[in-house]
Nanobody, 127 residues
Framework: QVQLVESGGGLMQAGGSLRLSCAAS??????????MGWFRQAPGKEREFVAA??????YSADSVKGRFTISRDNAKSTVFLQMNSLKPEDTAIYYC????????????????????WGQGTQVTVSS
């Protein structure tokens, strides 16, 4: 079982940047096929896909393309989410997720596909 701990959330004005980190332990983070992802959930809304990385491929939601970038440091068992040009609608709790196994671009966007979750970190963007 992989344990995930997110950090880096906070309050930011619109147009600003934040970098989220997710430290993984208890699993083979650098293994071929360990998928890592970010989801977010705003009050009263369902959890939605933000971005994911599997091996050398990355995927991101249309709503964050060009603004958010996912990356990973296998040596440190950490995945990052660089968020630029933040908007008030980006306000949500951001969750890190992990899954050891192959997925399609469609399956990785489904929260049910992911096996491990972090506790979440709050991101608030003021206008």
């Amino acid at each position: 079982q992989v344990q995930l701990v997110e950090s880096g959330g906070g309050l930011m004005q619109a147009g600003g940047s934040l970098r989220l980190s997710c430290a993984a332990s208890g699993g083979t983070f650098s293994s071929h096929g360990m998928a890592m992802g970010w989801f977010r959930q705003a009050p009263g809304k369902e959890r939605e896909f933000v971005a994911a990385t599997i091996t050398w491929s990355t995927y991101s939601a249309d709503s964050v393309k060009g603004r958010f970038t996912i990356s990973r440091d296998n040596a440190k068992s950490t995945v990052f989410l660089q968020m630029n040009s933040l908007k008030p609608e980006d306000t949500a709790i951001y969750y890190c997720a992990a899954h050891l196994g192959w997925g399609t671009p469609e399956s990785i966007q489904n929260p049910l596909w992911w096996r491990s979750w972090g506790q979440g970190t709050q991101v608030t963007v003021s206008s």
